[in-house]
């Protein structure tokens, strides 16, 4: 994803970046971006994100709508196929 498809709510301050989602073995979300330079920031605040960095180090913005935005990748990837 990159700022420009993002659009106005793009919070970071790095261009482009991947947004993942796995599950945690509880079931729960862990949300992540990676930036080009392959540095692995949280987006959420589980044990399983504790190895990650902060993603406050690049934020410029409300981090909602990315958020908003790696939960429907998490979603598309549990849909049914």
Do not use: K
């Not at 106005?8 to 991947?18: D, Y």
């Not at 180090?57 to 981090?63: A, K, P, R, T, V």
């Amino acid at each position: 994803m990159t700022a420009e498809q993002f659009g106005h709510s793009w919070p970071l301050t790095v261009a482009s970046g991947t947004v993942s989602c796995e599950l945690s073995e509880d079931g729960d979300p862990v949300l992540t971006f990676t930036d080009p330079d392959g540095v692995v920031y949280a987006l959420n605040a589980l044990p399983d994100n504790a190895v990650n960095e902060d993603i406050n180090q690049i934020l410029d913005g409300s981090i909602g709508p990315l958020r908003s935005f790696a939960l429907t990748v998490c979603n598309a990837e549990r849909a049914p196929q």
